[in-house]
């Protein structure tokens, strides 16, 4: 059944959650917040010095929901491409779920610096996964919003290609990396618009195929798509607290992580929200439903420029698919976990993974 768009919460069980219909032009660009400084001591054990560039924030319409974007480099893609030296490269992350793009800023920056800062590195959020500023709602244009189920896994999928026609010269050429479900939508992607000139795919613990029957999927498919609404009302609730009591709330509940990023702290409060869980979840629970076998055409078509990286010890991706997608594609890059490295490596290993992606894709890279 096509999903009715929903304006409170708790009315129906067939849809996304959104919240403040208004009537803004879409795709209409709001600027919030560039940045704010993201020093070298943010990262617990991290040992990055203390002259880190500052990351832009923005949040757009993109098919009239609200987009988070995290920026290094320029901002502006088409003015750049206008200037006597325009950047040739962009290296775009595409994230899991939920769809958090602060949850990479650690990532992002290790890509950014390891190349001297000459290529942009940006990542896009997932359609009503982030807190927009109080200048914007979370829905721009209903209508769209409902018809293309934007906050569905289709509809975040076109999101992307509508974000890339609409903000990415299309001479640019790509490198994607994705993360999860980020995997499953750059595949998607590289599908749908087998004109993108895409340098290089890095599929960081790829969940691109059957994910309900994983051993997480089946402990989160009756939550997701049969009993996610109970989880609205204690969120609700913990959305009224402070923000300090927030932080301090992510805090407790991530004690255990010891190596901790603790710039992933205030993306992570951020999704208290009633809005984020709900389109997260409804994603999530198509996820469960849609992500069925992998698309071995697709794979074929595009092996020269895929990197799969599983992790050894998850639940989300075990690590027979890994042994699978080898057995199938033997002159893959295809890669498993030495490093006990976890499915949200974002909580501790986003300066490793970003250093070992760098040499991924190092060689696409010379001479751009």
């Not at 990542?123 to 927009?132: E, F, K, N």
């Not at 389109?279 to 092996?303: C, K």
């Amino acid at each position: 059944m096509r999903s009715r768009v929903q304006i409170s919460v708790l009315k129906t069980k067939k849809t996304p959650v959104f919240t403040g219909f208004t009537s803004r032009k879409h795709l209409k660009s709001r600027s919030a917040a560039a940045g704010g400084s993201d020093p070298g001591g943010g990262m617990g054990g991290s040992g990055f010095d203390g002259g880190r560039e500052e990351a832009a924030v923005e949040f757009i319409y993109c098919k009239g929901v609200a987009t988070e974007l995290l920026k290094y480099g320029p901002r502006d893609l088409h003015a750049a491409a206008e200037t006597p030296d325009p950047p040739r490269v962009l290296i775009l992350v595409i994230p899991g779920n939920p769809g958090v793009v602060g949850f990479y800023k650690t990532f992002m920056w290790t890509l950014y610096q390891a190349f001297n800062r000459r290529y942009p590195v940006w990542s896009v959020g997932h359609a009503g996964h982030c807190v927009p500023p109080d200048t914007m709602d979370m829905v721009e244009d209903a209508c769209l919003a409902e018809a293309e189920d934007v906050c569905g896994l289709n509809g975040q999928i076109q999101h992307k290609l509508a974000f890339l026609s609409e903000h990415v010269p299309r001479d640019t050429h790509l490198v994607l990396i994705g993360h999860s479900i980020g995997c499953y939508i750059i595949l998607e992607t590289m599908r749908r618009d087998p004109k993108l000139k895409v340098l290089k795919s890095v599929l960081l613990f790829p969940t691109i195929e059957r994910m309900a029957v994983t051993p997480q999927g089946k402990v989160m498919t009756p939550l997701l798509c049969n009993l996610r609404y109970t989880a609205y009302l204690p969120v609700f609730l913990l959305s009224l607290l402070p923000e300090r009591l927030k932080t301090s709330l992510v805090h407790l509940v991530l004690k255990s992580v010891k190596h901790l990023d603790t710039l992933i702290v205030p993306p992570t409060a951020s999704l208290i929200n009633v809005d984020c869980v709900g389109n997260a979840m409804y994603m999530g629970s198509q996820e469960m439903r849609l992500v069925l076998e992998r698309d071995n055409s697709t794979i074929r078509h595009n092996l020269h420029k895929l990197v799969f990286y599983y992790g050894a010890t998850d639940h989300w991706c075990p690590v027979q698919y890994y042994y699978d997608l080898r057995r199938d594609f033997p002159d893959g890059d295809i890669r498993l976990c030495e490093r006990g490295h976890r499915h949200a490596f974002v909580l501790d290993a986003g300066q490793e993974m970003g250093e070992m992606t760098t040499e991924w894709i190092r060689e696409e890279l010379r001479g751009l």
